[in-house]
C-alpha cells in the first residue's frame, strides 16, 4: 500500500541550516547534509531543503551543500527557496536533487511551471504555495516572498492552475498556522486535496503527533514539519509508530545502517 | 565493475553515488565502443518516456548491443524505466519496440488513485528464499515514481500493489533482474537489495 510520507523541512542559509540545535549524535549542527542523514536514519521518507540566502554566492553554496547531501542521503530529497528560472531548476537538479519546488517566481510567471515540467518531467516540480485565510472575502489567499506579500489569488484556483500547468506536487503551507504549533489548518488541506489530483504535502503547525494524524486524515499524502522535530519534541520513528498504530499506511523501517558501508 | 550506459534518459549522479557507497566500481558509457573489457554487469537506468528512449538506444546502438550481450547470458540490471525497456513492448505514447528479455507489455497503470503512482510503496517477495532484503519480512519499502509498469508474469519475483491494480516490482531472470522502483532512492534497504542484485548477476 502507498505510504503518506513524513518530511522534515529544514532551512538553509549560506550552505548553513537555520534552525540546527538540539540534535545528538551530529557531527556538525549546521550542516544541512548532516542534519538530512540524522533524519534519514531516524527513519524520514523525504527531505525538504528550502535555501532562503539571497546573496550572489548562492549558487557557489549551492553546489556545495546540494552535492554534499547528495552524497549521503538516498532517499528523495526537494530543493526549493528563490528558484526563479528554468536553468537554475536544471542546475539543482543536476547536482542530485530529486525535485524542485517553486513558489514567487511561479506567481509571477506561471509558464515556469511549464518549462520546468516540460524539461525536468511533472514529478520533479513542485508548486510550493503559502496561502492564509481572508476573513471579509472567506476565502484562502496566496502570498509570496516568504509569506510577508499578499497577491489577492484565490489559493485553491492557484493550485488548480498550477497542476494544469504541470507540477506534479503541492507543498501548501498555511501562514496562519506557522510556527504557531496549534495544528495543520486541516480546511485548507480538505479543500487543496478535493481540488486536485496530485499529491498534497501539508505544511505549517505540527505541534502534537495527533496533528500530523489529522492533516493525513483531513487528505494530506505528505507531511511536513521543521521545529518539532529540529528541538526533538517529535521522533520521526514514534510518529510513525503512532501513525501505524492508527491505520496509516506508513514506512516503519528496522535497519539504519548500510552493513559495511563504505564512506 | 558495473558499466552504466548513458543514454540521455535521466540524471544517473544518484545512481553512481549509490554503487559507490555499497563499494561499486561504475564506469558511464555513452556508447557501446566505450564499454570497458572488465564490465560484469550493464546498467540500464532511465527516467521519462518509453517510446523516445528506446529510439534512443536504437539510434546509439545500445539496442541491439544490449541484446547480444544478453543473448550470451551476460548480466543485465534495469531500474524503473530501464527495467520497462528490458520488456518486450510498451503502449506508452502508442506501441513501441522494447529489448524483450522479460515477456510482456508495459501499460498504463488503470484503477488507482492517482497518477503518477509517486512515493513510498511495499514490494512482497514471491520469488524464492531467501528474501533479498535480508529482514524476517516478506514485504519492503522501495521509492516508486511511474504511470506505467508491467503485469504480474512468469519471471515477477516481487509485487507491489496501488489502488485495486497489482503489477511487477521486481522481475528476474538468471542474467537479468529489473526493479520498477529506484532502490538508490530507497534509504538502507534499498542500497541493500541493489547489492543483492549486483552479486546475484555477478555469480
Redesign the interface.
Known amino acids: 500500500m502507498l505510504t503518506k510520507r513524513i518530511i522534515p523541512c529544514l532551512d538553509v542559509k549560506n550552505g548553513r541550516t537555520v534552525k540546527g540545535i538540539n540534535f545528538k549524535e551530529l557531527k556538525d549542527a549546521g550542516d544541512p547534509a548532516e542534519m538530512a542523514l540524522a533524519y534519514m536514519n531516524e527513519g524520514a521518507d523525504e527531505i525538504v531543503f528550502l535555501d532562503i540566502s539571497a546573496s550572489n554566492e548562492r549558487r557557489k553554496t549551492m553546489s556545495q551543500w546540494v552535492e554534499r547531501a547528495a552524497e549521503r542521503i538516498f532517499i528523495p530529497f526537494t530543493v526549493g527557496g528563490g528558484i526563479s528560472s528554468v536553468e537554475e531548476a536544471k542546475f539543482i537538479i543536476s547536482l542530485g536533487a530529486d525535485k524542485i519546488s517553486l513558489n514567487t517566481s511561479a506567481v509571477k510567471d506561471p509558464n515556469l511551471i511549464k518549462e520546468c515540467s516540460d524539461l525536468l518531467g511533472s514529478q520533479a516540480v513542485v508548486l510550493a504555495v503559502d496561502a492564509a485565510f481572508n476573513q471579509e472575502k472567506k476565502r484562502y489567499e496566496v502570498f509570496v516572498q516568504g509569506g510577508t506579500t499578499p497577491t489577492d489569488l484565490d489559493a485553491i484556483n492557484w493550485i488548480k492552475k498550477g497542476v494544469s500547468m504541470g507540477c506534479g506536487e503541492i507543498l501548501l503551507t498555511s501562514i496562519d498556522r506557522d510556527g504557531t504549533q496549534q495544528g495543520y489548518d486541516l480546511r485548507l488541506i480538505n479543500e487543496a486535496a478535493n481540488a486536485v489530483q496530485v499529491p498534497i504535502i501539508a505544511s505549517g503547525g505540527a505541534g502534537s503527533k495527533e496533528d500530523f494524524l489529522y492533516a493525513i486524515q483531513a487528505g494530506a499524502d505528505g507531511v511536513l514539519a521543521a521545529s518539532v522535530f529540529h528541538y526533538g519534541q517529535i521522533n520521526i520513528k514514534e510518529l510513525k509508530k503512532y501513525l501505524k498504530s492508527k491505520g496509516i499506511p506508513i514506512r516503519e523501517e528496522d535497519l539504519y545502517e548500510f552493513p559495511n558501508r563504505k564512506g | 565493475m558495473i558499466t552504466i550506459i548513458d543514454y540521455g534518459a535521466g540524471?544517473i549522479?544518484?545512481l553512481i553515488?549509490?554503487l559507490?557507497?555499497?563499494?561499486k566500481n561504475t564506469f558511464v558509457a555513452q556508447k557501446p565502443s566505450d564499454l570497458p573489457d572488465k564490465t560484469k554487469v550493464l546498467l540500464l537506468p532511465g527516467?521519462?518516456a518509453f517510446g523516445p528512449a528506446s529510439e534512443m538506444l536504437q539510434k546509439s546502438g545500445w539496442f541491439d548491443f544490449i541484446k547480444n550481450w544478453e543473448e550470451q547470458k551476460k548480466p543485465v540490471l534495469g531500474i524503473c524505466l530501464g527495467m520497462q525497456l528490458l520488456c518486450k513492448n510498451s503502449l506508452e505514447g502508442g506501441y513501441s519496440q522494447g529489448l524483450g528479455l522479460f515477456e510482456g507489455t508495459i501499460k498504463k497503470l488503470t484503477d488507482v488513485?492517482?497518477?503518477?503512482?509517486?512515493?513510498?510503496?511495499?514490494v512482497k517477495w514471491i520469488g524464492p528464499s531467501p528474501i533479498p532484503w535480508?529482514?524476517k519480512y516478506e514485504e519492503a519499502?522501495f521509492?516508486f515514481?511511474h504511470s506505467y509498469a508491467l503485469e504480474v508474469s512468469r519471471y515477477t519475483t516481487g509485487v507491489t500493489?496501488?489502488g485495486r491494480t497489482s503489477f511487477s516490482a521486481i522481475v528476474q531472470k538468471k542474467n537479468a533482474i529489473g526493479f520498477q522502483f529506484h532502490p538508490?532512492?530507497?534509504?538502507?534497504?534499498?542500497?541493500?537489495l541493489l547489492d543483492w542484485a549486483i552479486q546475484k548477476l555477478e555469480e
Request: charged share 15%; proline share 5%; glycine share 22%.
Open positions: 540524471n549522479g544518484n553515488r549509490a559507490e557507497a555499497i563499494g527516467v521519462g488513485p492517482k497518477l503518477p503512482h509517486i512515493g513510498w510503496n511495499s535480508g529482514g519499502y521509492y515514481v500493489s496501488y538508490e532512492r530507497s534509504g538502507i534497504r534499498g542500497l541493500m
